[in-house]
Nanobody
Framework: EVQLVESGGGLVRPGESLRLTCAAS???????IAWFRQAPGKEREGLSSISSSDGNSYYSDSARGRFAISKGNAKNTVSLEMNDLKPEDTAVYYC???????????????????????WGQGTQVTVSS
């Protein structure tokens, strides 16, 4: 059974940084992990994704430049480093994943909700002075 557990959310001031971590378990092959967020009253928004096989990663326009996705030091973890946070970044942040079939590759572009099969429980990020 695939499980995803997010950690690292919290309350920060504008301009500060925060690192979120997603710990994945249960995969038997390669996979793609993505980060999404959902603010109150808004649709879930894809931010970034990374492939476990080759490490390729892509970003949405809103995430590019301030956010950085990477494989964590611990096995099967993925981090999202968020810099220069703004009040509009306040949201619940979700980690999601999908199996990557042999020979397949992560496609460019922002991740889309419909492409992911497994979801974490979410972690709250609040940016406020």
């Amino acid at each position: 059974e695939v499980q995803l557990v997010e950690s690292g959310g919290g309350l920060v001031r504008p301009g500060e940084s925060l690192r979120l971590t997603c710990a994945a378990s249960g995969f038997t092959g390669d996979y793609i992990i993505a980060w999404f967020r959902q603010a109150p009253g808004k649709e879930r928004e894809g931010l970034s994704s990374i492939s476990s096989s080759d490490g390729n990663s892509y970003y949405s326009d809103s995430a590019r430049g301030r956010f950085a996705i990477s494989k964590g030091n611990a096995k099967n973890t993925v981090s999202l480093e968020m810099n220069d946070l703004k009040p509009e970044d306040t949201a619940v942040y979700y980690c999601a994943a999908v199996d990557l079939p042999p020979g397949a590759r992560l496609m460019p572009g922002a991740p889309r909700v419909s492409e992911y099969d497994y979801w974490g429980q979410g972690t709250q990020v609040t940016v406020s002075s």
